[in-house]
């Protein structure tokens, strides 16, 4: 569930930024620019879901002391430095903040809905 809800969460962000306020998701370099279309928000979200999903089954699976918090740390750290291609230049504060906002909404469900899943296994893992 927590996938879904984070694939859905930024294609909510893109669906009010780019149909709803008419504000087109842009990064442009030199001569290309690069619109941002509901299809790659929604790919990336997926992608990442699946990737913290299945770093969350690794660490759990070796029998790592503090599995949980290991996860929960590198998932800090990689929506930290989500955010470093919005420090340079290409696209307009319209698009840094609803790309920004996405990183953060797929990260709010992300991290929550993941790590209760974990404490949920591990209880019922401890229970057998």
């Known amino acids: 569930m927590a996938t879904v809800l984070a694939v859905l969460a930024p294609v909510l962000v893109w669906l009010v930024t780019d149909p709803l306020l008419g504000h087109r998701l842009r990064i442009v370099d030199g001569e290309q620019t690069l619109d941002i279309g509901v299809v790659p928000v929604a790919v990336v ?30 998932a800090g ?20 903040l609803s790309l920004a906002l996405m990183h953060v909404a797929v990260a709010a469900v992300l991290i929550p809905g993941l790590g209760a899943r974990s404490r949920e296994a591990g209880a019922a893992y401890d229970a057998r």
Do not use: C, K, N, Q
């Open 45 to 74: 979200a997926l992608l990442t879901s699946l990737s913290g999903w299945g770093l969350l089954a690794a660490l759990e699976r070796s029998g790592a002391p503090g599995a949980r918090a290991i996860w929960t740390a590198v």
């Open 77 to 96: 750290a990689v929506l930290a430095v989500s955010f470093l291609p919005f420090i340079g230049d290409g696209m307009d504060a319209g698009t840094r």
